[in-house]
């Protein structure tokens, strides 16, 4: 999340270098709400990201004078998720194999391994080891939540999901009157 605090020290920013003018003084606050909940939200950002995304958008600007009226909150969005992007791409081309510490097996709680390392490593810039530890924390403690409230509970049997394969009450094997007699050995005797 950003805070007023620092959507005003981007907006100074911007307005020091003459890349917008201020409006109100309510302008930080429209900017920090609509970086936490508008569109794709910026979900949380470190103080060096938020300056690197401000000093890139000036760039922008000064290089191109047409796209002067779209320095907008969104914008800075933008260039907030281009460098947390470049950072997970930094490390996933560093590993290019993919190796994994020690990822889950379950693949409910790989996605929430994956999601998670992802944002600690992007967002967090956090080192791969220790991204891919906590991440696995996380997921465990997803998976246990995901057990049943009530203790030493059987779970309940969803019959509509039967797959086909196997009978739901399977019929005994059919017992046949038939039953071969075993023959006798005849000697005959000729006389």
Known sequence: MIS???AVQVIAYLVDCGAITARSDGQALVWADYLNHAGQSVQEVRQADLEAATRNLVT???NAREYASRISPEALAGEIRKIQNARLNAVENANPQHSRINPPDDPQAYVTWEKTRRFLIA??????????????KQARQTLKLDAPTIPNTPPE???AGNNGLKPLN???A????????RQEA????TS
């Open 157 to 159: 049997q969803n019959y």
């Open 60 to 62: 922008t600007w000064q």
């Open 4 to 6: 007023e605090a620092q």
């Open 174 to 181: 059919r017992v046949s009157s038939f039953q071969p007699t």
């Open 186 to 189: 005849t000697t005959h005797q």
């Open 123 to 136: 967002v967090k810039g956090l080192p791969v080891e220790i991204a891919e530890r906590e991440a696995l």
């Open 170 to 172: 399977p019929t005994p």
